[in-house]
């Protein structure tokens, strides 16, 4: 299963955090001189997306991949304050991004991929978790934010 994981972090994370960025960043022809203030959103970003891979791989026994996903509902570590952290984690690594290179087509990118995440979650994850965990997610989702955390973590009933 390590293997695995390893393999998704590598296919989603690195491609849609890193490698297109990136490739967006080297034809931009608007772009300008950023800041190195995005290397805090950078940091921030991908420490916080490991602490969800890891919390996926151990807590639910599975990985961040559609493909290959957890088993187990997790609710622990930043899942406690946030039922979407991992969007959010890319997130600021994008927003790293945009920070460091001002790159309208980062931007332009970050938007449609938020959007697109947005609902990717309300139309296929949210039913998905319904239907495989039943009232552990009904409980989890009553009690813990989509986007914006809870300072009060979440308590299992």
Sequence with gaps: MLIR?????LMIPVIVTGIIPFILYQYDPYKSDG??????????????LLWCVK?????????LAPWD??????????YKYV?????????FILMGWMILSASIYICAFTITLMTVFYFRVKLHEEPWME???????????????????????????
Excluded at 5 to 9: L, P, Y
């Design 69 to 78: 996903p957890p088993k187990l509902i997790v609710t622990s570590g930043l």
């Design 83 to 91: 039922r979407n952290p991992m969007y959010i984690s890319v997130f």
């Design 35 to 48: 800041s190195l203030y995005g290397l805090i959103f950078l940091a921030l970003g991908l420490n916080l």
């Design 5 to 9: 994981a390893i393999f998704a972090f």
């Design 131 to 157: 239907k495989n965990f039943g009232t552990a997610w009904l409980n989890y989702k009553n009690h813990t934010p989509s986007w914006l955390p809870n300072i009060i973590n979440y308590k299992k009933k």
């Design 55 to 63: 919390d996926f791989y151990i807590a639910g026994k599975g990985t």
